[in-house]
């Protein structure tokens, strides 16, 4: 593992991790009665509805290289404004708050076209969130790797190097910005729900731009001039307690307080309890304020 960081520059190990990796699906296969289980149900519970899109727990446990640095290329920057090849004659877009999310119907989104899917990636960064109909993505691919070959278009993925069981714990709800604790986190995450309860389960967002742009401008101003450690060693330290995986050495890395949109200009506050661990430059008792 790699020492704590004490300075304001990223530990070896960091700059070591930020090479290029596409997440490259592992080659075990998983062998855990629950995997079963799932695919041919029980006597409390059916089978399940898409049994290829079931989560692999490998045996044995896969391990992750270190990721690699990669050139981002954020395809929202350019992208028509009107949507032409999105926002086509019958398709309907429902505001869901004043500032944040929005929910969109009448889009095949496996038909879009290249056009179509970067005016996608700007619609996601003006409305932050969006919400679409199951009919939207019509038959799911058999394949799995149909549905990564759409999301990569995106950026890259990332296979999550933790996994936790729910031995030690009863629900996995905690406010977070995913993997920020990478030196390049993620850009956009896809979150597909194959069944859904009748109530209840719901995810929900907070809209950090507007958060900062609440705050008064002398707050702003100082909350800019900082940076902070953001890191996976808890959540890998969970996993183990809880008898989970760790398939990549935990990672440290060092993002400012407050983030710039490229494609839209906005500025965003970008801490969560979850993976940021202390604002740098400041004393203890000051960051756990913060």
Same mark, same amino acid.
């Given at each position: 593992?790699?020492?704590?960081?004490?300075?304001?520059?990223?530990?070896?190990?960091?700059?070591?991790?930020?090479?290029?990796?596409?997440?490259?699906?592992?080659?075990?296969?998983?062998?855990?009665?629950?995997?079963?289980?799932?695919?041919?149900?029980?006597?409390?519970?059916?089978?399940?509805?898409?049994?290829?899109?079931?989560?692999?727990?490998?045996?044995?446990?896969?391990?992750?290289?270190?990721?690699?640095?990669?050139?981002?290329?954020? $395809?929202?920057?350019? @992208?028509?404004?009107? #949507?032409?090849?999105? %926002?086509?004659?019958?398709?309907?877009? *429902?505001?869901?708050? =004043?500032?944040?999310?929005?929910?969109?119907?009448?889009?095949?989104?496996?038909?879009?076209?290249?056009?179509?899917?970067?005016?996608?990636?700007?619609?996601?960064?003006?409305?932050?969130?969006?919400?679409?109909?199951?009919?939207?993505?019509?038959?799911?691919?058999?394949?799995?790797?149909?549905?990564?070959?759409?999301?990569?278009?995106?950026?890259?993925?990332?296979?999550?190097?933790?996994?936790?069981?729910?031995?030690?714990?009863?629900?996995?709800?905690?406010?977070?910005?995913?993997?920020?604790?990478?030196?390049?986190?993620?850009?956009?995450?896809?979150?597909?729900?194959?069944?859904?309860?009748?109530?209840?389960?719901?995810?929900?967002?907070?809209?950090?731009?507007?958060?900062?742009? $609440?705050?008064?401008? @002398?707050?702003?101003? #100082?909350?800019?001039? %900082?940076?902070?450690?953001?890191?996976? *060693?808890?959540?890998? =330290?969970?996993?183990?307690?809880?008898?989970?995986?760790?398939?990549?050495?935990?990672?440290?890395?060092?993002?400012?307080?407050?983030?710039?949109?490229?494609?839209?200009?906005?500025?965003?506050?970008?801490?969560?309890?979850?993976?940021?661990?202390?604002?740098?430059?400041?004393?203890?008792?000051?960051?756990?304020?913060?």
């Amino acid at each position: 593992m790699a020492e704590r960081q004490t300075s304001e520059t990223t530990t070896r190990q960091v700059d070591e991790s930020t090479k290029f990796n596409l997440g490259l699906r592992s080659e075990h296969k998983p062998l855990s009665e629950a995997d079963k289980n799932e695919v041919t149900g029980t006597e409390t519970y059916p089978p399940a509805s898409y049994p290829n899109y079931l989560p692999v727990w490998e045996v044995p446990q896969a391990k992750y290289a270190p990721l690699e640095p990669f050139d981002f290329v954020d $395809r929202s920057v350019g @992208a028509d404004e009107a #949507f032409p090849d999105l %926002l086509c004659p019958g398709t309907k877009i *429902r505001n869901l708050t =004043a500032t944040l999310g929005a929910e969109i119907s009448g889009i095949q989104l496996s038909q879009l076209s290249t056009q179509g899917k970067d005016q996608l990636a700007l619609l996601v960064n003006r409305k932050k969130v969006l919400v679409y109909h199951e009919q939207d993505f019509a038959d799911l691919p058999t394949c799995i790797g149909e549905a990564d070959d759409y999301c990569r278009y995106f950026g890259r993925l990332f296979s999550h190097s933790h996994s936790e069981f729910f031995d030690l714990h009863t629900h996995s709800m905690a406010w977070h910005s995913d993997n920020s604790f990478d030196v390049q986190p993620a850009g956009v995450t896809f979150l597909y729900a194959l069944e859904v309860p009748d109530e209840g389960g719901d995810t929900m967002f907070v809209d950090t731009e507007r958060a900062y742009e $609440r705050l008064s401008p @002398a707050a702003q101003k #100082f909350f800019e001039s %900082l940076k902070a450690v953001h890191t996976s *060693r808890d959540q890998a =330290a969970r996993a183990v307690v809880g008898g989970g995986y760790v398939r990549r050495e935990p990672l440290d890395a060092v993002h400012p307080v407050v983030r710039t949109n490229p494609a839209t200009g906005k500025k965003a506050l970008f801490v969560n309890p979850q993976y940021t661990r202390r604002v740098m430059g400041l004393k203890k008792e000051e960051s756990d304020h913060f």
